[in-house]
């Protein structure tokens, strides 16, 4: 229950919006599945981004620039316009069943709760993506999707994301006990237009470090056809896997479900693709 | 104090409310109960409503954020006395029994059928996935989703659409 909130506001500016952040007890709000659930106790302001210029999906050069204010449904939406290559965001999108909830979740509510099991965020890491952020100061950056999660609490707003247009493919996959569950582990598998393939892995814990970019076993990813590839590739993902454990799932559990969930990926991909690298 | 003013079933709606205030909340208050109080967390869908057309659970809506949208309830499918096509569906198939959850999944039936007039029974199983039901095991608002979707056809070739 919100405890201390007096105020709202709906800025039509991002800088509007930096602003009204700035004060003490002040929380952007998005689609507010996640915000007017938990951890609202002490939001003495709320700013809802609704009004923002920061929603469509659109074709920008070599981009594919996704607002934050899309929406998981936007997203299942727009598979024909994003296709195969960011097909694991619309599949992560896909994974969120409850339709009220794929309805009201933007992108940049799953981002700006900085967890391990949003799907969306283990899809984006896997496709490289690039947020584009606005902090207090105004100044914007672009940071990678694990740069986010892990920095240390940051005011920054999340404007948007942008994806590689030509990614030639990518592949999502996650397990939960029921399909109205966040995933106990997920995976993302993408491949680049340089035929580089990146893997990434989440579910790993309530915080940043829960998503992580498997860099040594998508380096191994390409080699999915040879004899004892499988278990190097474990070898290689177990390496790099946090050890996570909660009421769903011992860490020795979970570390085997994610490695089985990425290397399903990698073989189902290697019936199409031609591999030639690493993770970037 | 905020003034809220939103189209709610086709009629504008005026409200003085505290910011915190879910839109289940400002709706039972201003006598719109049929739109049900369930789990509060988004978990169960029977709060749901549609938002400029959009099905949402108004348990994680704040009314504020709804301020200013279009709002339909269930007390806005009815024509008049006559139940909606979708209503008539539930009631045929027996899809009620104690009908907790039944405005819920009937908003979400209709959310489904305006974007989708022929659905699959997969669909029907997909549009009703966040609509917890403790009566009727599910297989009976599948068959009304289904009923549903050939009433509302029929409707329409009746109508000439
Ligand atoms: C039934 C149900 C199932 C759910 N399942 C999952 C699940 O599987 N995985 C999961 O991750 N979540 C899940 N959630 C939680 C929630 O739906 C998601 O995290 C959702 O994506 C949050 O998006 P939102 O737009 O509603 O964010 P909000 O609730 O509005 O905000 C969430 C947080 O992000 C911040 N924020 C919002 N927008 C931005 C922005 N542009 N820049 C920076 N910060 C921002 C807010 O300040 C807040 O801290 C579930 C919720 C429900 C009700």
């Known amino acids: ?280 | 104090m905020i003034r809220f003013e939103a189209m709610v079933n086709g009629e504008q709606l005026i409200a003085e409310i505290e910011p915190h205030e879910a839109l289940t909340e400002v709706l039972r208050r201003c006598g719109l109960y049929g739109t049900k109080r369930g789990c509060e967390s988004g978990d169960c869908g029977t709060c749901a409503v549609l938002v400029d057309g959009t099905l949402v659970a108004s348990c994680t809506l704040l009314a504020v954020q709804a301020n200013g949208h279009e709002i339909t309830t269930i007390e806005g499918l009815a024509r008049g006395r006559e139940p909606s096509a979708v209503q008539q569906a539930y009631i045929d198939t027996g899809a009620v029994q104690c009908g907790f959850c039944t405005p819920g999944m009937v908003m979400a039936t209709h959310a489904l059928l305006s974007r989708n007039p022929d659905p699959t029974e997969a669909d029907a199983r997909q549009a009703l996935a966040g609509h917890l039901c403790r009566c009727t095991g599910y297989i009976k608002p599948i068959d009304a989703v289904m009923a549903a979707a050939a009433l509302v056809r029929a409707e329409k070739e009746a109508a000439g659409e």
């Open chain 1, 1 to 280: 229950m919100y405890l201390d909130l007096e105020d709202y506001k709906r800025p039509a500016t991002v800088e509007q919006c930096i602003d009204l952040l700035g004060g003490k007890g002040s929380s952007a709000i998005a689609g507010g599945t996640y915000l007017n659930v938990r951890d609202h106790e002490r939001v003495a302001r709320l700013v809802d981004l609704q009004a923002l210029p920061l929603r469509g999906i659109e074709r920008v050069g070599d981009a594919v620039k996704v607002g934050a204010l899309v929406t998981l449904s936007e997203l299942v939406d727009a598979a024909g316009e994003l296709g195969p290559g960011l097909g694991a965001l619309v599949e992560a999108a896909r994974g969120e069943r409850n339709l009220c909830t794929r309805n009201r979740s933007t992108v940049g509510g799953r981002l700006g709760r900085r967890r391990g099991d949003a799907r969306v965020a283990t899809a984006l890491a896997a496709l490289d993506a690039k947020l584009e952020l606005l902090a207090a100061d105004g100044t914007r950056t672009h940071v990678g999707v694990t740069e986010y999660l892990t920095a240390a609490a940051a005011p920054h707003l999340v404007l948007g994301v942008s994806l590689r247009a030509d990614t030639r493919a990518s592949r999502y996959a996650s397990f939960a006990p029921t399909v109205m569950e966040s995933p106990v582990a997920d995976a993302a598998l993408a491949i680049a237009a340089d035929g580089t393939w990146r893997l990434a892995s989440g579910g790993h814990g309530p915080h940043g470090r829960g998503v992580v970019v498997l860099a040594k076993a998508s380096a191994l990813a390409g080699d999915a056809h040879a004899d004892d590839w499988r278990a190097r590739f474990d070898a290689a993902a177990l390496d790099e896997l946090p050890s996570f454990a909660d009421d769903r799932g011992s860490a020795e559990y979970r570390r085997d479900l994610s490695v089985t969930l990425a290397a399903r990926l990698v073989a189902a991909a290697s019936n199409g693709a031609t591999p030639s690298g690493g993770a970037r």
